[in-house]
């Protein structure tokens, strides 16, 4: 796979998400999800994170990171 995951920097270069961290999606079902990795592929100018549903482990999503951070689709879990 053509990725690699993000490493260096931590936190400052990635606008404060770092792996661990919960989102809650925005709209009719409210849906908890947790960074699994942070990622930047060779292909895409933007930096991508791997999200797990937390109830549901083996469900995953992969979005940029500007939309997780768009407080339109997501805001963080306390």
């Known amino acids: 796979m053509f990725f690699k995951k993000s490493s260096s920097g931590g936190a400052e270069e990635n606008f404060g998400v770092t792996?661990?961290?919960r989102f809650r999606a925005i709209g009719t079902k409210s849906i908890l999800w947790e960074v699994q990795s942070i990622c930047r592929y060779a292909w895409e100018?933007?930096?991508h994170v791997r999200l797990n549903r937390v109830d549901s482990p083996g469900?995953?999503?992969?979005?940029?990171?500007d939309v997780l951070r768009d407080d339109r689709?997501?805001?963080p879990e306390a």
């Open 45 to 47: 100018p933007f930096t």
């Open 59 to 65: 469900d995953l999503k992969t979005i940029a990171l």
């Open 19 to 21: 792996v661990g961290q």
């Open 73 to 75: 689709y997501f805001t």
